[in-house]
C-alpha cells in the first residue's frame, strides 16, 4: 500500500494573505548609541525608506531581517554615511548630529563590514589594518615597525584567528573567514562601538560561521554593539538580543528575543 504524496498549496486569487503593517516598534529603555527616527529616503519618486524608526543599545545585537530589496542594505548604508537620508532626525548617545559622509559615521563610531569584505588582497593584513589611518613619525613617514607591532597585538588579543602568525601576510592568501576576523579586528583596534554586518556569513563555511558569531558575542561582552543583517534565521537566533523585520522601506515587526520565537520571526518575515 502507497502513501499518498503530499502536494503544496498553492494560494488560489481569492484566497486572503495576511499582511503585516507598518509599525512604529519598541521604545528604548535607556539613551541608545545609535537612533533613528523617521527616516526617509527618495530617490525621485520612489520611496526605499518610509518613516523608519530605529535604534541600537548599548550591549546589543539587532538582527535586522527581510526579504530581498525591503530596505536593509539602504538602512545600513545610511547608517554608514553612504547614502543620507531625505528628511529624519540621527541620533548617537542622545546627541543630534548628522550622517553625511563615511567621515561623520566613523567619527560616530560606526564601522560597517560588508558581505565583500573591503579589504585589498595585495596588501598586507597590517597594512590593511592601518589603511586610512597609517601611523607615522615626526616627519610623515609610515612606521612599518610599529603598525606591524601593533598588528601583532591585536591578531592576538582583540580577535582570536587561527592560522594567522604573520601580520605581513597578504590578504588575497586568507580564507573569507579569516578576512572578515581582520575587519573585525580593525574596527574593534580603532574603537568602534557600533558594527554593522551586511550579510556577513554569505561566503562563509560552516566552522567560520561559528567563528564568526563568536566574535560578535564576545565583542557584546567587551561593549561593543553589532546589527546583523542576515537571511538565516538560526544565526539571528544564536547572537541576536532583539528583531527588527522590514517591509517596503519600514519597520513591520520588532520583539525582543525573549519575547518571540524563531517561528513567529519566520513567520513576519515571510510576510514581507
Known amino acids: 500500500m502507497t502513501t499518498p504524496r503530499s502536494e503544496l498549496m498553492h494560494p488560489s486569487p481569492k484566497d486572503r494573505v495576511p499582511v503585516d503593517k507598518p509599525i512604529e516598534g519598541l521604545h528604548p529603555s535607556e539613551t541608545p548609541l545609535f537612533e533613528a527616527r523617521n527616516?526617509?529616503?527618495?530617490?525621485?519618486?520612489?520611496?526605499?525608506?518610509?518613516?523608519?524608526?530605529?535604534?541600537?543599545?548599548?550591549?546589543?545585537?539587532?538582527?535586522?531581517?527581510?526579504?530581498?530589496?525591503?530596505?536593509?542594505?539602504?538602512?545600513?548604508?545610511?547608517?554608514?554615511?553612504?547614502?543620507?537620508?531625505?528628511?529624519?532626525?540621527?541620533?548617537?548617545?542622545?546627541?543630534?548630529?548628522?550622517?553625511?559622509?563615511?567621515?561623520?559615521?566613523?567619527?560616530?563610531?560606526?564601522?560597517?563590514?560588508?558581505?565583500?569584505?573591503?579589504?585589498?588582497?595585495?596588501?598586507?593584513?597590517?597594512?590593511?589594518?592601518?589603511?586610512?589611518?597609517?601611523?607615522?613619525?615626526?616627519?610623515?613617514?609610515?612606521?612599518?615597525?610599529?603598525?606591524?607591532?601593533?598588528?601583532?597585538?591585536?591578531?592576538?588579543?582583540?580577535?582570536?584567528?587561527?592560522?594567522?602568525?604573520?601580520?605581513?601576510?597578504?590578504?588575497?592568501?586568507?580564507s573569507d573567514g579569516q578576512k572578515q576576523a581582520v575587519a573585525i579586528a580593525r574596527a574593534v583596534h580603532f574603537k568602534r562601538n557600533i558594527l554593522l554586518l551586511d550579510e556577513p556569513t554569505s561566503a562563509l563555511s560552516v566552522r567560520e560561521t561559528e567563528h564568526l558569531l563568536r566574535y560578535v558575542r564576545d565583542l557584546k561582552n567587551e561593549g561593543t554593539s553589532s546589527v546583523l543583517v542576515t537571511h538565516n534565521l538560526y544565526h539571528a537566533f544564536m547572537v541576536c538580543d532583539r528583531f527588527v523585520v522590514m517591509?517596503?522601506?519600514?519597520?513591520?515587526?520588532?520583539?525582543k528575543k525573549e519575547d518571540t520565537t524563531i517561528e513567529e520571526v519566520t513567520d513576519h518575515v515571510i510576510r514581507t
Do not use: C
Request: aromatic fraction near 6%; charge should be neutral.
Open 39 to 174: 527616516i526617509v529616503k527618495r530617490y525621485g519618486s520612489f520611496v526605499a525608506l518610509d518613516r523608519m524608526n530605529f535604534h541600537i543599545g548599548k550591549n546589543e545585537v539587532v538582527g535586522l531581517l527581510g526579504d530581498n530589496g525591503v530596505g536593509k542594505s539602504t538602512l545600513v548604508r545610511m547608517i554608514s554615511g553612504i547614502n543620507p537620508p531625505t528628511s529624519g532626525e540621527i541620533y548617537v548617545n542622545g546627541r543630534r548630529i548628522e550622517l553625511r559622509t563615511r567621515a561623520e559615521s566613523e567619527a560616530a563610531g560606526i564601522e560597517t563590514i560588508y558581505q565583500d569584505i573591503a579589504l585589498v588582497d595585495s596588501m598586507s593584513i597590517t597594512r590593511n589594518i592601518f589603511m586610512g589611518r597609517e601611523i607615522v613619525d615626526r616627519w610623515g613617514f609610515m612606521n612599518h615597525k610599529r603598525m606591524q607591532d601593533v598588528a601583532i597585538d591585536i591578531l592576538g588579543s582583540a580577535v582570536q584567528i587561527s592560522g594567522i602568525d604573520n601580520p605581513e601576510k597578504e590578504v588575497g592568501f586568507l
Open 247 to 255: 517591509s517596503h522601506g519600514t519597520k513591520m515587526f520588532e520583539a
